[in-house]
């Protein structure tokens, strides 16, 4: 008897495990999306979760219904101690895939919206942030709810077309706790907009000393991307009627100083496959093709120098270029480092451009 009752305090344990597992989830709230804001001298949480929980849809549960709760406060935590007060169950940022940052909030400081992130052991360090475009972050949410969105899925979609198109991410926590300590260069955050049922994500938001001073268009972002040397994949639209896409993309800079007089020479070196051609030319001949890549060196030059253009013209250093001469002149930058906004407007740009049309693969007859 007692080896029968043995073998079953086990399957008995097992079954308590389940339920109180289920129970422990149901009573948490597991926040997917949270926005930051700032208005009037005080922060706001919005948070936005699942009510579903740890509920089991085959007995009626719903894990879809995606709700939003709020907290206020002087600052970003006590905002975050006020939210879990109001809520009536346990909140927890573990599972936090992105954070948006409302845009009064970026203009207030990104120094602000990330210290209590930094300080949680709990949060990913790879979420996402993002600052929503001339709105704030709750706006931003309800807007996309009452669109029938669902929130978490539409900022899952726009991480998995960045991993399409860069060879990295740079928008994560991690990495923008690791520029903020350099403060001699532009911080670059993706800005998000609405476009009728989706999210989409329009270019940078720069931000200078921690606050935002300015978005970037579509063109001089991708531009600040080719410099940064993270596109993995790009359309190029030429006038001659030809669509390519990029196959390979290499970008190398390289600073040469004289006393505080600063030159990059900005080596981009790519191929491109022609994807559609729409004219009656014929372009595959030796000078169709030369005629080509001519187009193509204009295209990609004209992306960069809206990048360096801004650069020279606002004052800010986007490109990170602040980081470049103080890592290859040491001695130099120790002098420079005080002059460097002065000096930002001065800075001489190189283009040397190195690039081919690869195969073109076919199916059929060619006209």
């Given amino acids: 008897m007692n080896k029968i009752f043995l073998l079953l305090f086990p ?6 495990s389940h339920d109180m597992n289920r129970r422990e989830i149901d009573e948490i709230n597991i926040v997917l999306v949270l926005g930051i804001d ?8 919005s948070a936005l979760y699942k009510t579903g929980g740890g509920a089991d849809p085959e007995q009626g ?5 995606e709700e939003i709760a709020e907290g206020s406060g002087k600052t970003p935590y006590a905002a975050l101690e006020d939210l879990k007060l109001k809520n009536k169950k346990t909140i927890t940022l573990a599972q936090t895939g992105s954070f948006l940052i409302g845009d009064s909030a970026a203009k207030n400081g990104i120094d602000t919206c990330l210290d209590f992130l930094s300080r949680d052991e709990t949060i990913k360090m790879e979420s996402l942030i993002f600052v929503t475009k001339s709105i704030d972050a709750k706006t931003f949410i309800k807007k996309g709810m009452e669109a029938k969105q669902k929130i978490h899925e ?4 726009i991480k998995q077309k960045q991993n399409e198109m860069f060879t990295r991410l740079d928008n994560t926590l991690v990495n923008l706790l690791n520029e903020m300590k350099q403060t001699s260069s532009s911080i670059l955050i993706p800005y998000l907009i609405s476009d009728e049922s989706s999210f989409l994500i329009e270019g940078y938001t720069v931000l200078d000393q921690m606050k935002l001073k300015d978005y970037l268009d579509k063109e001089t972002s ?3 991307d080719f410099i940064r040397n993270i ?12 669509g390519l896409e990029l196959s390979y993309t290499s970008t190398d800079l390289k600073t040469h100083l004289n ?7 900005i ?3 790519f191929e491109t496959m022609i994807k559609e051609v729409t004219t009656e030319e014929d372009i595959f001949t030796r000078k169709g093709l030369d005629k080509l890549t001519q187009a193509q060196n204009e295209y990609i030059v004209k992306l960069l120098k809206k990048a360096t253009d801004y650069s020279v013209n606002s004052g800010s250093d986007i490109l990170q270029i602040a980081r470049l001469v103080e890592y290859n002149h040491v001695r130099e930058w120790k002098d420079m480092e005080k002059d460097w906004v002065e000096i930002i407007p001065d800075i001489e740009y190189q283009y040397v451009l190195n690039s081919k049309i690869d195969k073109s693969f076919i199916l059929g007859n060619v006209r």
């Fill in 61 to 65: 549960g719903s894990a879809d219904q």
């Fill in 259 to 265: 006393d505080k007089e600063v030159t990059v020479i």
């Fill in 231 to 242: 596109i993995r994949r790009h359309p190029i639209f030429l006038e001659e009627g030809v």
């Fill in 267 to 269: 080596n981009h070196d």
């Fill in 154 to 157: 539409d900022l899952e979609a």
């Fill in 222 to 224: 991708t531009g600040v």
């Fill in 11 to 16: 399957l008995l344990l097992c079954g308590c």
């Fill in 38 to 45: 700032y208005t009037e001298d005080e922060y706001t949480l």
